[in-house]
């Protein structure tokens, strides 16, 4: 599966200026190590089948699956019968889901 790491001006400012306070005593060592586990998220594509593996494992309908990703029944289905790849939010709160559990974004 290939790994995606999307640059953005907006991420690469906000760290500057979390650099630049943490230099600066404002911001402590551990709260700069949070900001940057969160700054380098990985987001990797998913398979169908890891899909509806996910959906499974949190025992949910697609309908479920696909309200609590703010998303359509039909995409949810594409996406399980391999029609369509998610992307943006959806493909990373279902990295989110793989990592942490549907709970965590409940």
């Keep these: 599966m290939a790994t995606t ?3 953005s001006r907006i991420m690469d400012e906000m760290h500057e200026t979390a650099s630049g306070l943490h ?3 404002l911001i402590s060592k551990r709260r700069m190590g949070e900001f940057d586990a969160l700054c380098h ?5 998913m398979a169908p ?3 509806k593996s996910l959906r499974e494992h949190s025992h949910v309908s697609q309908a479920v699956f696909a309200a ?5 029944l039909s995409t949810v289905q594409k996406w399980e019968a391999g029609d369509k790849k998610p992307s943006g939010p959806s493909l990373k709160l279902l990295n989110l ?3 942490k559990g549907l709970e965590a974004i409940l």
């Design 5 to 7: 790491k999307r640059k």
């Design 23 to 25: 230099s600066a005593g």
């Design 41 to 45: 998220l990985e987001v990797h594509e």
């Design 49 to 51: 089948q890891l899909i």
């Design 68 to 72: 609590v990703l703010n998303t359509s």
């Design 97 to 99: 889901i793989e990592r």
